[in-house]
T-cell receptor
């Protein structure tokens, strides 16, 4: 029944060791988003895709990369995680990018950096 | 700059009513959303307002005043499971979602 699935739910990595987080959706939504959320803070948009069109937020560090090989899947790569990258990473989807743009979130991937 | 303000934390009693306020200053306005987020979980959609007034959905209602840049989420007949953070988000003129940091609601028996 799950509609937006993120893996892994929990990821522990060492400082500087690359990490890939995955997201898949069964909703056939056009738009996919990656958010970073730290404790008691607002979600921070890192990237979003409208279909295959990639949109990088201006303040997203180069350390973060993303891929969307097809409509259903999206990946977040953190090339050299630092201690400041420890956070919950949320994938979300929406049918469109305007109007009553309700986001459906996955359960999140919690990243710990040692 | 764009800004969403919400109280950091609120406490209420089971069975009571609580109102969570949100004020915003954004470049344009294309709707306001409320999401509920339980600790360690993903946000889930609660309500959407684009016109002034009150939208009621069961125990939850959301109000919007565009001229005042103000919204509130009203929760009635509070239950322990309503303990969560409540996030206010505004869609600006570029259809970008601007998020508040959330209000942590603590329900006491």
């Amino acid at each position: 029944d799950a509609m937006v699935i993120q893996n892994p739910r929990y990821q522990v990595t060492q400082f500087g060791k690359p990490v890939t987080l995955s997201c898949s959706q069964t909703l056939n939504h056009n738009v996919m988003y990656w958010y970073q959320q730290k404790s008691s803070q607002a979600p921070k948009l890192l990237f979003h895709y409208y279909d295959k069109d990639f949109n990088n937020e201006a303040d997203t560090p180069d350390n973060f990369q993303s891929r969307r090989p097809n409509t259903s899947f999206c990946f977040l790569d953190i090339r050299s995680p630092g201690l400041g990258d420890a956070a919950m990473y949320l994938c979300a989807t929406s049918r469109e990018s305007s109007g009553a743009n309700v986001l459906t979130f996955g359960a999140g991937s919690r990243l710990t950096v040692l | 700059g764009q800004n969403i303000d919400q109280p950091t934390e609120m406490t209420a009693t089971e069975g009571a009513i609580v109102q969570i306020n949100c004020t915003y200053q954004t470049s344009g306005f294309n709707g306001l959303f409320w999401y509920q987020q339980h600790a360690g979980e993903a946000p889930t959609f609660l309500s959407y307002n684009v016109l002034d007034g009150l939208e009621e959905k069961g125990r939850f209602s959301s109000f919007l005043s565009r001229s005042k840049g103000y919204s509130y989420l009203l929760l009635k007949e509070l239950q322990m499971k309503d303990s969560a953070s409540y996030l206010c988000a505004v869609m600006d003129s570029n259809y970008q979602l601007i998020w508040g940091a959330g209000t942590k609601l603590i329900i006491k028996p």
